[in-house]
Structure formats: C-alpha cells, structure tokens
C-alpha cells in the first residue's frame, strides 16, 4: 500500500484502472490468434459474444462458418459488402443472406475453362446448410477464342461452327446441386447482364448440352419448389428434356420458363408435365404458343390438375385457344389466377367466358387486358358475372369493351372483394390455418 501511495504521488496520471484485467487480456489473444486458433466454443456465452463483436470480417470463411453462428457477426459481413440487406428476404438470418449471396457472386461471374471449379466446390461444404435460394441472373459462356487466330489450317466454316458449339457449354451445375440439400428455389438466365459494346449472340446461347445437364441437375434436387428459367432462349426440344425430367418430381410446385422461345411442342410436353406433377404456378408469358399449345394445356386442366395459376400473356393463342382453356374452366376446380392478356383475342372467347362466370367457383383472377372482346364481348363478361360471388380481380384495360360496362363489372368485382375481406376478418382463424 505505501508502494501504491508513492506512485500515486509521484504520477498522478497512474491508476490500478489502466490495468485491464485478465479476462480482457485472454479475449483480446483469443481474437488476434482466432484464425489459428478458433476456441469460440469452449468459451461461456457472454465471452462468445465478446470475442465475436471484435472478430474482423475478413477472416477466411474456412475458419469462420462452422464455428461463428453469431448472427451480428454475418450481419456486419452483409453490411459491409453490399450496400442493400433486406434480411427478410432470406428468412430473417443474416448468415444465410451472406451465404446465398456470396455462392451467387461465384456463379454469376464464372467462367468456364479460365475460373477453377474449386472456387465453388470448396465452398459447398461451408455454405450447404443455409443456401435455399439461387438467384442467378447472369450465366457466362467460356471465354471466347478466335478460332482463325488460333488455328490458322482451320479455314472450313463448318468445322468452325462444330468448335464454336464446344466453346460454349456453361458451368455443370450438376456438381453444385447434389450437395446442397436445403435448395428449394433456383432462378437461372443464362445470358450476361451488361456487355456492353462486346455483344455477341454467343453470349446468350443455352446448348443442348447446358440443358441436358441441367434437366439432370433439377431431377437430382429433390427439396425444389420453385425453378426459374427465363430469357435463355428455351425452345421446344429443350423444353421436352427439361419437362421429361420433371415429370415425377416429388415437391416442385412452381414453373417460370416466361421471356423464351416456346412452340406448340413445348407447351404440349408440359401439358402432360402439368397432368403427371404437383406444379401449382405455371409462367409462361411472352413466348411463342399458339392454339395448338393452348388447346393441350387446356385439355390438362379439364382432366386433372393441381395448377393454381397459369399466365399466358404475350402468347398467340387467339380464340380457338382462348376458347378451349374456356371450356376446360366450365370442368376444372383448382385453378384460380389466369393471364391470357395480349393474346389477340375476340368476343368469341369471352361468349365461353361468360359461362365460365356463371358456374365456376373457384376462379378470382382473370386478366384480358390488351386484346380486342369488343363492346358485346364485355356484355357477355358482364353477364356471367350476375351471380358470381368468388371473382376479385377481372383486367378489362385496352380490351375495347364499353364504358358503362367496365364500370358496371368493376362495381361487381369491387364487391366480392370486399366480401371476401370482411369474411377474412370475421374468421382470421381459418384464414391463418
């Protein structure tokens, strides 16, 4: 004590506080040596948490992502790397935000013959029990070699188209998919983003090969629930490999091959995929089916289906489809949103509409916007509609259906919305379960 008086007195600015104690001087070790050696689990909570706060974002997520389930710590690794988090998009966890969207950034930019693949594969065992969702919006071809430059004997196109096809197979995902079992939604465009003024068809080809591998990929990852794959130049034959593949498959329940080059043959191939699988969602907006298509998706729906939704805006369907898929609704039970918007239909097709309002019960959604019922197509409408009580939403914008019809439909839809919404309210219960 006489020590501590005297050196107290000869310097005032010493204090015992200066001194950090022991505990604070094994966490701060513990932190600096962590990459070493990460002895996060032996601690007790409270000093868990401490080491965390202080563990810098860049250590390698070897050391990190079996051993740091703290979420604050992946929160601060999202906010500093990108600057949008919305965390409720990826089920509130902040570890699983950071690993979908790290193994997205991989995918989106390799490059097949030039990126290693064990830039992805040795993050698999890292990422796979919180990656549920992909979302690859751009997929890149191998780098492209002139051939001339390269191969100068190599004159003959033919041998030169033969190359190019070689050239331009993507990356396997079938080497991804088997080992991540949580997967339930995949969203692909094989395509690039930006290129600028490098723009090459080449770019945005989706080869035989691609599909084949990735037909094998989706049958292999048995949680899917949503696949996705949009302006990749999907045609008829790819479109039957594809359906061929998901035909049985056991949890799939929503299809979106919108903005791609689908025929009558593909959209027949998944008519029968609709009939023999539990898909409840079918997007198929702006690709090329005509009445022959819809005449086969239609005859699906009559049969058996569990399809809730189908849209097929953009298509060319007309009136021998609309019709058909008009009939296949007097019939069918399941399906409850349907976009046939901008398929040059006429009052034809609403005349079999207005006995679909009349006795179906189970539709809510209707959309017609964009094709040409006319004013005695929009007094069919209007005429189904005298007792239907189950319609909410019927889109009659730039369908040249009168005025005072519109109105007088809008008022009756208008109505069973709000039916429908204060039932929801008397009953939350039923409408929770």
């Not at 723009?199 to 996705?228: G, I, P, Q």
């Amino acid at each position: 004590s006489f020590y501590t008086r005297r050196c107290i007195t000869e310097d005032p600015s010493w204090s015992l506080v200066t001194v950090p104690p022991l505990t604070e001087l094994c966490l701060q070790h513990i932190v600096h040596n962590f990459e070493k050696n990460p002895i996060l689990n032996y601690l007790l909570p409270e000093y868990q948490k401490k080491v965390v706060d202080r563990l810098p974002t860049s250590l390698p997520l070897t050391v990190t992502a079996n051993i740091v389930s703290h979420e604050d710590y992946w929160k601060r690794c999202c906010m500093e790397r990108w600057q949008v988090c919305d965390v409720s998009n990826y089920g509130g966890s902040w570890k699983r935000m950071f690993f979908e969207r790290h193994l997205e950034n991989i995918l989106k930019f390799f490059i097949p013959n030039t990126t290693d693949p064990k830039e992805v594969l040795d993050l698999v065992p890292l990422c796979k029990g919180y990656v549920r969702k992909l979302e690859i919006d751009q997929f890149l071809p191998p780098l492209w070699v002139d051939q001339k430059k390269e191969n100068n004997d190599l004159s003959d196109t033919e041998d030169e188209a033969e190359l190019g096809e070689v050239y331009m197979h993507h990356y396997d995902l079938r080497d991804l998919i088997s080992d991540l079992p949580h997967l339930q939604e995949l969203h692909l465009t094989y395509g690039v983003k930006s290129c600028g003024m490098n723009f090459e068809w080449s770019l945005f080809n989706f080869t035989e090969l691609d599909c084949s591998n990735l037909a094998a990929a989706v049958k292999m990852c048995r949680n899917l629930k949503v696949f996705k794959l949009t302006r990749s130049k999907v045609d008829d034959d790819k479109i039957k490999v594809l359906a061929r593949n998901l035909q049985h498959h056991p949890c799939l329940l929503e299809l979106d091959l919108s903005h791609n080059l689908i025929k009558d043959h593909g959209a027949q191939a998944l008519g029968k995929l609709i009939s023999y699988s539990k898909i409840e969602t079918l997007d198929l907006c702006n690709n090329q089916i005509c009445h022959l298509g819809a005449q086969a998706l239609a005859q699906s729906l009559a049969e058996s289906s569990t399809l809730t939704s189908l849209n097929l805006r953009l298509n060319f369907v007309e009136d021998k489809g609309g019709e058909a898929i008009g009939r296949a609704l007097l019939t069918n039970s399941s399906l409850k949103s349907l976009h046939l918007g901008s398929n040059n239909l006429s009052e034809r097709t609403a005349a079999v509409f207005s006995q679909v309002l009349a006795q179906n019960t189970t539709l809510t959604s209707i959309s017609f916007s964009c094709n040409h019922l006319g004013l005695d197509g929009g007094k069919q409408l209007l005429q189904g509609l005298a007792n239907n009580k189950t319609l909410t939403e019927l889109d009659l914008r730039h369908a040249e259906v009168e005025q005072e019809t519109d109105f007088l439909i809008h008022e009756i839809v208008w109505a069973n919305r709000e039916a429908v919404r204060l039932g929801s309210l008397q009953h939350p219960t039923t409408e929770a379960l």
